[in-house]
Every structure is written in structure tokens, then in C-alpha cells.
């Protein structure tokens, strides 16, 4: 495709929408050559604060991680490509810029809200224990100490506020350019033209000896080749297999159930408002004699008339995060708040109002505002649960019994699985599968390791069962190659439709590039003959119109001192 580029160098100035968006990575960030230097070494900088080469490595890892949480048979090698860099990259330069951009506005969450919406966000019930603490555990395998993960959140509230408004009414205040460094994004004005392959494809008919010479063609011979394959049987082991087996009585899953009744209850939460008082347990005693001074004249003034609490609150207190609320801190579990205010939340009924209470933050005047949850669910409407579970912990002490049985027989009796499957009460099943995994693949057929066991020597030429391989957590499988396939380029009868198609996509290609660097030629020697060009738009990064990446860079690479312009792009 060739763009005919027409350039009014206007500033495009909804920049805080733009900072939100995963495209946006041009505040003040330098060029890929000098991005090197050790760990240490700035590779962009954003309000005065450099981003290190340690740094962009680490988000390079998180982003490779999460995309194999949701893909898990990706290549690696695509998630090692210079885009994939520079996306991490840009993921913090827009964090860095809204970080920046909280710290200048002075959005800081007191700790006592983020603590209460984290604990009421049901994004984060997978980190909460049963009975309403934290799991350190989880936490830990993430890297991260409950006092990291909190600051993690209170910079990502403080980001919320900065993008809120605009996310809530589409439009940006004044001060946006302000919030944004002035950071400018440009948009051009852009003239298509488009010179498609199927447009040229229909007008192709390659006789049959241009067909035979193409598919004679070693260069083209890969694209023809069908796959080394192999027709497998196999048998899994793990907890869903055994589960259907294991026994178990009525009495077991009561027994569980008062085990266990914790879990199948529902936390008690609870709703407080607050006025806060900062001093920092740090601060001089003085300081400190003069914040608890004012925070007993505030509850006298409350104990007076606790109508006023919100009221109060809106105007005196120091939690920038509840005050414009009244001081409301919504519901949360017992635990959520630091041990001094939590204590005293819980010993209150409602309505009740607080004497002042010191924590680490300073001094509080609390009001329980209402209660919820706490009450026990019945044996009967938990009783699939209770199951679950139990058939749960019975397979995986049974998988432990077995695990080791499974291997000696795969190995003992190889010639087949049938003895394993029997004497272990397994399902055979049968696939057909390729070296590498297949996309879509799911489960034991995803696994590198049992595939590369498959196509081993053994198991290829000497037709015994791989060894058991843990494809896993608590999963083993054995596989049997019962035919195998090696790759191979079919007679040209029985791919001549797709030989066509290709010599044909091909040849139209070749047209298409011609026809449209004459056409990009002519443009460049007499920029006024616009003849079928298609109306002019504006594109910038933010709104790309449809174009691809590489089209929009090269319409925004445009020399802006020289227009109009031409640029031509080849498009996939």
C-alpha cells in the first residue's frame, strides 16, 4: 500500500487520554542506540526520573510471563522480538508518566483506603484467605511482601485518579497538557491509496507448465511439505483422573465440613467512616501533643452532635482518599487495617463513635457505619464443595501411592499400555501429534518434554512406551507411537489447487509492488496528479485509522519541511 502524505504539523493536544494508552511511548525517550550501558544505564526518562536497562529487562520478563499465562505454547523466540521489547518499554514510560503525573497533582490514597479496596476488589479475592488474612504465600510467589504489594496499589489508585476524569466524561481540563509534560503527539493528514493483491489476482491464469516448474522449484518445496507426524496412544495420570474412583461416606464429607467450617463461612465485614489527623510516630512529642489535641476537639465536637461526623470529615480530615467521601472507607474484612484501627472497628456496634485511636499514621476518630456477612453456610448448601474437596485430597494422596507404580509399568511391560491402563483403571486415548506443540493444543499434548519423548529414538524405532513424563503439576504420561509419518512433499495431483494458489498470490504480489511503485514514482515527480487517491483523514498514534504500524511510522516519518510527500509501504 503507498500513502500520499499531506502534513499540517498541527499538535494533536488530548494528551492525558493518549498517556493511557498502550501506544503511547514518546516522552522523553531516546533512541535505541544508545540503550546500552549495564543495568544501570538510562534507556528513557521521564520527568527528570530514568528508566535502567534493569528495569526495562524486568518488565521485558513480567510481559513474557503473562503471555504464556495465556497462551502457554507460544514461541519463545516471538516473545524475544524487537517489538515485544519496545512495547514492555512503553508500558513504562505510561506508567512512569501517570506516576508523575499523581506526584505533581498530590494524589496520595491514605493506606487505610487502599487497605479497604483492596480487600473489597474481587480482582484480588484469589490473595484473600478464607478468614479474611492476606496469603503471604501467593504473594511470595510473585515476589512481593504484603507492605510491597500495598505501595504497588496505592501508586496504581493514585495513577485511577489521574485518568478518571477523562476516563468518565471523555474530555480533558487545562491542566491536561500540564499533567502530561507536554508531551505532543503529531497527526498528519494522510491520502491512500491502495494497490491490493486481489485485484490483480483475478486477471492471473498460470498454465499447467508454470504450475510444475513452480512446484519444481526448491525454493518453493517447504511450502508443500506436510508435516513429520506421529499417531500416538497415551494415558494420563494425575488428580481429575482419580478422582472419580477414590471412596469416601457421608460421614467423611460432615466430618470435613466441621473441619473446615471456617471456610465455607461468610466474612464479617465492616463499613467505617474516619476523621484523620496525621503524626507520625517519628514526629516530635510536641507535634504530636498538638495533633492529638485537635483530634479530642474534633470528637468532642462529634459526641455533641454525631450528625455532623461527615461533615466534620470533609473539612478536617488529613486522608485525602475519604475525606471528599465524609470519610468513608467502605467494608472491609477484619485484618485489612493496620492492628490499632482494626481493633477498635471491631469492638464497636454500630453507630458507635470511637474514642480517639493512635495508630501509625496518627490519630483517628472512628464511626461504624454498618455490618455484613459473618453467618455459616449449611452442610446442605455446600455439600458439592465439601465434595469436590474431598475427592480432591483423596486423589492426591492416591497419586502419591501410584505415581511411582506408574513409571515401573510403563517401563516394565513397554511394549504396550494397555497392562498400565488396566491395572491402574486409566483411559487410553489416542492423538495424532507434530514435534512441536499445535495450536490449541491443551493439556499433556502441549508438553515439549512428552513430545520430544515421543519422537525419540526409542520410542520411534524400538516402538516402546516413552518413559513417564511429568507434563505437570501432579500429571504423568506415558505415550505409545503406533504409526509414524515422516515429513514429506505429496505428488503435485494431490496439491495442485494449492500450488496454483500460491503461484498465483505470488505473481499478483509482484504486479501489485510494480503497479505501485510506478504509481509512488509519478507521485513523487508531480505531487498535484492525486488521481486515485481516496480522500484525505487525519491519523496520529492514538487514532491510526486502520493503519498498520509500519504504515502509520512511515506516514509519521514523512520529512514534515517537504510537503507534500510520498511514501510507499509493502503491506502483508
Known sequence: MFDFVR?????????????????????????????????????????????????????????????????PTVDAKLLDTPEVKHQALEGLVTERTLQAAANHQHFTPSPELVKARFW???????????????????LAAQGLTPSGFLERLRQDYAMRQVTAPVEASGAIGTSGPKLAFDALLQQREVQLQRFDIKDFAAKINPTDAE??????????????????????????????????????????????????????????????????????????????????????????????????????????????????????????TRGAMVKEFDAAVYAMKPGEISNVVETDFGYHIIQLTGTR?????????VRAEVENEVRKQLAQRRYAEVAEQFGNLAYEQSDSLQPLADKLKLQIQTATVQRQPQPGALGPLASTKLLDAVFGADALRNKRNTEAVETGPSQLVSAHVTQYNPARVPPLADVKDKVRELLVKKLAGEQARKAGEARLAAL??????TAGLA??????????????????????????????????????
Open 535 to 572: 480522500a484525505a483523514v487525519s491519523v496520529s498514534r492514538a487514532k491510526p485509522q486502520g493503519l498498520t504500524r509500519a504504515q502509520l511510522e512511515a506516514v509519521l516519518g514523512a520529512d514534515a519541511s517537504k510537503l507534500p510527500a510520498a511514501v510507499g509501504v509493502t503491506a502483508d
Open 524 to 529: 513523487k515527480a508531480n505531487a498535484a496528479d
Open 7 to 71: 502534513q499540517h504539523n498541527r499538535l494533536f493536544q488530548f494528551i492525558l487520554l493518549l498517556l493511557i494508552l498502550p501506544s503511547f511511548a514518546f516522552v522523553g525517550m531516546q533512541g535505541y542506540t544508545s540503550m546500552m550501558g549495564g543495568a544501570n544505564a538510562g534507556v528513557a526518562s521521564v520527568d527528570g526520573r530514568k528508566i535502567t536497562q534493569a528495569e526495562w529487562d524486568n518488565a521485558q520478563r513480567e510481559q513474557a510471563q503473562r503471555i504464556r499465562g495465556q497462551n
Open 120 to 138: 473489597n476488589d474481587p480482582q484480588f479475592a484469589f490473595l484473600r484467605n478464607p478468614d479474611g488474612t492476606v496469603n503471604k504465600g501467593l
Open 373 to 381: 456477612g459473618g453467618d455459616k453456610k449449611p452442610f446442605e448448601a
Open 211 to 332: 504450475i510444475d516448474a513452480f512446484y519444481k522449484d526448491a525454493a518453493n518445496a517447504a511450502k508443500f511439505q506436510l508435516p513429520e507426524t506421529a499417531q500416538i496412544q497415551y494415558v494420563v495420570l494425575d488428580v481429575e483422573a482419580l478422582k472419580k474412583d477414590v471412596k469416601f461416606s457421608e460421614d467423611d464429607l460432615l466430618s470435613y465440613y466441621k473441619e473446615n467450617a471456617s471456610r465455607y463461612g461468610v466474612p464479617e465485614e465492616r463499613r467505617a467512616s474516619h476523621i484523620l489527623i496525621k503524626a507520625e510516630r517519628s514526629a516530635p512529642a510536641e507535634e504530636r501533643a498538638k495533633a492529638k489535641a485537635k483530634a479530642e476537639e474534633l470528637l468532642a465536637q462529634v459526641r455533641k452532635n454525631p450528625a455532623s461526623f461527615a461533615e466534620l470529615a470533609k473539612k478536617n480530615s488529613q486522608d485525602e482518599g475519604s475525606a471528599p467521601n465524609g470519610g468513608d472507607l467502605d467494608f472491609f
